[in-house]
């Protein structure tokens, strides 16, 4: 959309027969056409080194782990998938929407960036750190002591 408007061309896509949900519909799929092959190449990867992984350890005489480690990487990997899917959409639709509506739809791609990307991953990821600073703070303070002294202490109060 950014570019047909800065173009011109939102007053000819308009002026078509075409109805709001098809020119929607393109535009998901010029999106698509964009991004899906890259998309399924890089979450595709690391799902066919798990499985290839998985094999080996499995077939070979490697002893990693029980199936709760991989099942539980392997779900992982789906929740980052569908996390992604999400994110994926979330900018597809921002970016429309920017795209037609700012003043300056060639700098709607800094809008969505900001909107979809970086200020929903600063509000998740700073409380998630902040107890994980406390914790490293926390231990790392019992280590003052040296550890003669821990093992002494903590032996007398068993």
């Known amino acids: 959309f950014a570019e047909a408007r800065r173009m011109d061309a939102m ?16 535009q998901w799929l010029a999106l698509k056409r964009a991004f899906l092959r890259p998309a399924i190449l890089m979450w595709g990867t690391p799902l066919l080194a798990f499985i290839v992984g998985r094999m080996a350890f499995k077939h070979g005489n490697f002893s990693w782990g029980d199936g709760a480690a991989w099942s539980g ?23 429309m929407w920017f795209a037609l509506t700012d003043k300056r739809p060639n700098l709607s791609f800094f809008k969505v960036l900001l909107v979809v990307v970086v200020i929903p991953g600063v509000i998740f990821f700073l409380p998630g750190l902040i107890p994980a600073v406390v914790l490293v703070a926390w231990y790392r303070r019992k280590f003052r002591l040296p550890l003669r002294d821990i093992l002494e202490r903590h032996r007398m109060a068993r």
């Open 11 to 26: 007053e000819l896509i308009l002026s078509t027969p075409l109805s709001d949900q098809q020119i929607l519909d393109g």
């Open 73 to 95: 990487a392997l779900l992982m990997w789906f929740y980052k998938l569908t996390v992604f899917i999400l994110d994926l959409r979330a900018i597809g639709w921002a970016g």
